[in-house]
Each structure stands twice: as C-alpha cells, then as structure tokens.
C-alpha cells in the first residue's frame, strides 16, 4: 500500500485554480506533520506549503495569499487549494509526511507521494 497518493493535478491557464488531494494511509495519522513540495524541470525542489499539528502553517514567499494548505483528519488526506495559479507554478507537485518538523520543513521527509503535475499556461 503506497503511504501517500496525490491526485488533483492538470492543466489550467494563468490565473485559474486547481485542489490537490494526497491520501494518506499506513503508518501516516494525524500525528504527522505534512506539506506540499513542488519541483520544476532544471529547478531544486521548493517547499510550498507545511501544515503543523496546531494548525499553523507556513507557505513559499511566491504562494502567499493564493495557495491554502488544509487537512482533513477524518478522511486522513491533506489538501492544496491554488488560486491565480501563474505559469511559474507549473511543477510537479508532491506530498510529503514526516513525525519529525525538521525534516520535513528541510524536504527531509520519510514518506513523500509520486508527484501530481500541475501545468499553467499564458
């Protein structure tokens, strides 16, 4: 059983919105601290948004005020809600989980999903 599966992806233009969904399972509850990372072709991998066990969160400088990280405890599954999506976001999006905040604040993380791609056009 794959821990973390992203689903939600696809291809949108400039300043549309997409909902990416990465279902948990096995180990992975609400005791983990998760996130969404993003990697374009040719780029290091950027963290894009965590979500801590209190509900805070953190997001990229370049997502603020348009990307909203949630989580839903009952169905084990985090969330990203992209709105004004730019070109520049155009990356493979991926989950990723971890009991430790560091690593996965650092893209350290145990348990990371295959990736949901997310293309924005002009």
């Known amino acids: 059983q794959v821990p973390l599966v992203e689903s939600g992806g696809g291809s949108v233009h400039s300043g549309g919105s997409l909902k990416l969904s990465c279902a948990a399972s096995?180990?992975?509850?609400?005791?983990?601290?998760m996130g969404w990372f993003r990697q374009a072709p040719g780029k290091e991998r950027e963290r894009v948004a965590t979500l801590l066990s209190d509900g805070s969160t953190t997001y990229a400088d370049s997502v603020k005020g348009r990307f909203t990280i949630s989580r839903d405890n009952a169905k084990n599954t985090l969330y990203l809600q992209m709105n004004s999506l730019r070109p520049e976001d155009t990356a493979m999006y991926y989950c990723a989980a971890d009991r430790t905040w560091l690593q996965l604040y650092q893209g350290e993380a145990k348990y990371w999903g295959q990736g949901t791609q997310v293309t924005v056009s002009s």
């Open positions: 096995g180990e992975i509850n609400y005791v983990y601290f």
